[in-house]
């Protein structure tokens, strides 16, 4: 696998965020601009969501970036004011047993597959769509049990999150 420049452009998430320096009053990357955190880590899978991104790497690590993590899609424990925003995309341990192969990013959630077919899933759950049987957002990644390898023979093969819903294969 190459080792390629990440990039973003359009409208960011705001100055610095997400390790990335825009044009300080619009938030604004009129052109591609790399972003040297997630650049040369070998980054096999890449989802953006309304509030924020994911990125896999090919050995399984799984880094976000984003907004405030008002709605928890970070994956870390708190929100935080905007002034102390990490500036930097953060590493997440989904499972630290397995490493993950797929992410997929709704509008403040994130689902992801691990190498042993495991869905692990976090951020805004109002609408139920993180699949956990409750509507209480989630802090960290946590196992979506109706997916569960060792409980069921069924694999899971494919994630996809739309706004507030999810689909799976």
Known sequence: SERDNFY???KSWGDGHGGVRSDVRANVHP??????????KCLVSLEIGSEHGTACDNIG?????????????????TPWPDASQ?????????NEA???????????????????DEGY????????????GHKRP???PSLLRAFKRKA???LLKSIRCGGDYNAAL
Do not use: M
């Open 31 to 40: 052109t591609p601009t790399v972003v040297p955190a997630l650049s040369k």
């Open 98 to 116: 397995t490493s993950v192969r797929a992410v997929s990013c709704g509008t403040n959630h994130t689902l992801t597959i691990t190498s042993e």
């Open 86 to 94: 990490p500036t930097k995309p953060l590493c997440i341990e989904v």
């Open 61 to 77: 690590t799984v880094y976000t970036f984003g907004s405030s993590n008002d709605h928890l899609q970070l994956g870390t424990v």
């Open 8 to 10: 973003i452009f359009g």
């Open 121 to 132: 899933t976090w951020g805004a759950n109002v609408n139920g769509q993180l699949g956990l």
């Open 138 to 140: 989630v802090q960290r």
């Open 152 to 154: 069921d023979p069924k």
